[in-house]
C-alpha cells in the first residue's frame, strides 16, 4: 500500500511539474534562438547602413554638378541591403526593410518575425524584432564644394593700410584715374567712413565701411562742375566657365523706424518697388555684366536693397556660362542726396564663398 501510495505520488509530481519544466527549457532555448536571431538582424541593418554610408559619400563627390539641388541613391541602397540581407539568410525579410535617404541621411529599418518553436507552451506562434539604423551623409552642397574647392577672388573690407583714413572720420577716394584699391570708379567716389552712429552704432567688419552715395564736396571733386553723388565701384575679372557667389553685407544709412527688422531686399527691381520712402534714397544695386554689356541693363542687376535697420548679408549665386570678361558692380541708384546704403566686406568667390 505504501509502495503504491509512492509511487503514485511521484507519478503526481511529475506530472505537475512537467508542463513547468517543458516551459522553463522551451524558455530558455527561445531566448537564445531570439537574441541570434536579432543579432544576424541588426548586423544585417549595420552593414546595409554603413555600407550604404560609404557609397553614398564616395559617389556624390563625383556625381554631384551645380545643378543639383539634392541627391539621393535609394535604388542603389536597395541593391546594397538586399545583398546584406541574403548574406545573413534573412532573404525573408529583405523585401519588406525599407533602406531610404535623404540629402544628409540614410535610415534603413527592418522586421523580422521568427517562427517559436515552442510555440505550444507560450501560446503564441513567433517573435518579432525591429531594428532600425539611421547613417550621417554628405549633403549635396558640401559635396560639390568638396569636389569643387572655393576659391576668394577678390575681398574688400575697406580697411587701412589701403587709405589714411582716421578712424570715426571719413573721405571720398578716387585718383586721377577713378580708381582705388583696384576698384574702378564712377562719379563722385567711394565714401570711406568710420563714423558708427550712421550704421546704427556698428561696423560688421574692422573700423570703416562704404557709402556710395557720397559727397561732392570734398577735394577729390574739387572744380568738378558736374559731379554726381550717386558713385559706383566696379572690378573686371576674366571669368571661366562654372559658379560664382557674391557675398556683400548691407545697412541703410537712413533706418525706417517704422519697419523695425525688416530687410527690404531682392533680385529684381520688381522686388522692392512696394518701398517708395524718399525715393528710396538707401538704394544699392549689384550687377554682373559680360563683356559687350556694360550698360547697367536691368537683366544683368542680380541684387538690390533698400532698406534694412541692422547689418544684413547678401549672398548672390550665379552661373558663367562662357569664358569672357566680366564687370562686377556695386552701385548707388536711390535719391542723390549724399544719404545711401552703407556697404561692407564684400567677397566674390568661385564655387561659393567661405562662411
Not at 517562427?115 to 532600425?132: N, R
Not at 576668394?152 to 584715374?177: C, D, G, M, R, Y
Not at 571733386?221 to 558713385?231: I, P
Not at 542723390?336 to 568661385?350: A, H, P, T, V
Request: glycine share 8%; aromatic share 10%.
Amino acid at each position: 500500500m505504501f509502495l503504491r501510495d509512492e509511487k503514485g505520488a511521484v507519478i503526481m509530481i511529475l506530472a505537475l511539474a512537467l508542463p513547468a519544466l517543458i516551459f522553463g527549457v522551451g524558455g530558455v532555448v527561445e531566448t537564445s534562438r531570439g537574441i541570434a536571431y536579432r543579432q544576424r538582424l541588426a548586423s544585417a541593418v549595420e552593414l546595409s547602413c554603413t555600407q550604404g554610408q560609404a557609397f553614398v559619400n564616395g559617389h556624390k563627390r563625383l556625381d554631384v554638378t551645380s545643378a543639383n539641388g539634392t541627391k539621393t541613391y535609394d535604388s542603389d541602397l536597395e541593391r546594397i541591403k538586399n545583398n546584406n540581407f541574403a548574406a545573413k539568410a534573412m532573404e525573408d525579410v529583405a523585401p519588406a526593410a525599407r533602406a531610404t535617404s535623404t540629402d544628409t541621411n540614410i535610415n534603413v529599418t527592418a522586421t523580422g518575425v521568427m517562427p517559436l518553436i515552442f510555440s505550444g507552451a507560450f501560446g503564441q506562434a513567433s517573435m518579432s524584432f525591429t531594428v532600425a539604423r539611421d547613417c550621417a551623409v554628405n549633403s549635396t552642397a558640401v559635396a560639390f564644394a568638396d569636389r569643387n574647392p572655393s576659391t576668394l577672388l577678390i575681398s574688400e573690407s575697406f580697411e587701412q593700410p589701403s587709405h589714411t583714413v582716421a578712424p570715426n572720420s571719413w573721405t571720398v577716394l578716387k585718383n586721377a584715374s577713378s580708381e582705388w584699391n583696384g576698384w574702378k570708379v564712377q562719379n563722385a567716389g567711394i565714401e570711406i567712413n568710420g563714423l558708427r552712429e550712421l550704421a546704427s552704432n556698428s561696423i560688421r567688419f574692422g573700423d570703416f565701411f562704404a557709402e556710395l552715395d557720397s559727397d561732392c564736396k570734398t577735394s577729390v571733386n574739387a572744380g568738378v562742375s558736374n559731379c554726381r553723388t550717386n558713385s559706383a565701384m566696379s572690378r573686371l575679372l576674366r571669368l571661366t566657365t562654372g559658379s560664382y557667389q557674391v557675398r556683400y553685407w548691407y545697412i541703410a544709412r537712413e533706418r525706417d523706424a517704422s519697419r523695425p527688422g525688416q530687410v527690404i531686399c531682392g533680385k529684381t527691381s520688381s522686388d522692392v518697388s512696394y518701398y517708395q520712402v524718399n525715393g528710396q534714397t538707401n538704394r544699392i544695386e549689384l550687377f554682373v555684366e559680360k563683356e559687350g554689356d556694360y550698360t547697367f541693363n536691368a537683366n544683368n542687376m542680380v541684387d538690390v536693397c533698400v532698406q534694412a535697420d541692422k547689418w544684413v548679408e547678401r549672398v548672390i549665386d550665379f552661373t558663367v556660362p562662357v569664358e569672357a570678361n566680366y564687370k562686377i558692380t556695386w552701385r548707388a541708384a536711390g535719391k542723390e542726396d549724399s544719404f545711401g546704403g552703407l556697404i561692407d566686406y564684400l567677397r566674390i568667390c568661385k564655387n561659393g564663398c567661405p562662411g
